[in-house]
């Protein structure tokens, strides 16, 4: 044996516990779509309807205004309208929380059966958005047992009827602690044995909401090891924008999701989620684009000025609170893709058959190119075919550079 593989042979044997530590921390993509946005609906008003209703309200809002937006681009328009029609809510969450409100008992666990029945009937005939859940209440000591309560009728309901597909996740609102985490860990277990549910299978997004998520009071970032506190159960990470901001003492007039205090966090959750597989979500703005035509307007360039600066930051989903905001939320991101379309795959046609290019991309910049292109494909907002003619690859070798496993 060479000096040299006497030396590797050490070298591997010393660093064998940080290779598997690194490898289980850090496992990259997850193999599934981001959604670019989450829909929040009451759970007393959320029925099997429900996603229709959005569907033609937001129709309905565009061709009303559409004619005013002179700056849209007619082919963004179009697909926009497409997707309203056939996707227009693609992560639905039935909201047992702020949304909802403390009611009695009896209230809230006949709201909690109705809403999990209607959620089961769309997933059993296809029509329920691709992903879609609940969210409970918080851990906290105040509403800990009803949210343990709802959860366990919602999912006891959902096992029965059928109701339980690859879509599901459990938001959990409000996390203050690392033990919170451990604790929703527990409880999942716990119900997959109640219920018969594949044990390891529900999932869960931690909202970031409180200023005790991003510094402890032992100064370390805490999302962080709430990541780990999940066992692989934690999907996703959602930035609370008013519920965190009010915490800082930041005045509710100058509340929003481009306020210091949000970009700091937001920052923070990123750093936090990378290379875990663990999405980042921004939060919403609720200035609603309803009333006269000038109040839409105006708050449609509100939300896709706010839409756009989350994606050119790498933030690919936010919350959605009314139909009206469908439309906003569709044409700036829809906007953002076709935009640097050209661009991104030119870059990868040159990196993947040479050719010239004044670029000079690395495999890092390839990837963020190919999953950029790749989320366009997936929103709806680029074309399979588009891809091909435009980059010369295939989605199988789009998935491949943009180092998307295979869901398991």
Known sequence: MSHLDDLIGRLDRALAD?????????????GVRQPVHTVYVPGDRYDEKTVAQWSAEAGQVLAEHAASMTDLDAGVLDRVRA?????????????FEDGYGNRPDADEDAAVVAAAEALSATVRDGSAPPFHGIRIKSFEAPTRHRGLRTLDLFLGELARAGGLGDGFVITLPKVTSVEQVTAMVT??????VAHGIEAGSLRFEIQVETPQAILGSDGTALIARMIAAGSGRVTGLHYGTYDYSASLGVAAAYQS?????????????????????????????????????????????????????????????????????????????????RDGLEVASARLRAYVHGGDSSYLDEPATAAALAAFVLRGVECGAVAAGEVESLAGIDLAKLAELARRRIAA
Request: aromatic share 8%; glycine share 6%.
């Open 83 to 95: 997707k309203l029609a056939a996707e227009p809510i693609e992560d639905l969450r039935i909201d």
């Open 257 to 337: 999701m481009e306020h210091p205090v949000a970009d700091h966090a937001k920052d923070v959750m990123q750093v936090a989620a990378a290379g875990t597989g663990v999405f980042v979500s921004d939060g919403s703005t609720n200035v609603l684009p309803v009333g006269d035509p000038d109040a839409v307007l105006a708050a449609w360039r509100l939300h896709s000025r706010l839409v756009s600066r989350s994606l050119a930051r790498g933030i690919y989903q936010g919350w959605d609170l009314h139909p009206a905001q469908l439309p906003s939320r569709y044409l700036a991101t829809y906007a953002f893709f």
């Open 18 to 30: 940080a290779d598997a530590a690194l490898t289980a921390s850090y496992p990259g993509d997850r």
């Open 187 to 192: 409880a999942l277990s716990a119900l997959e």
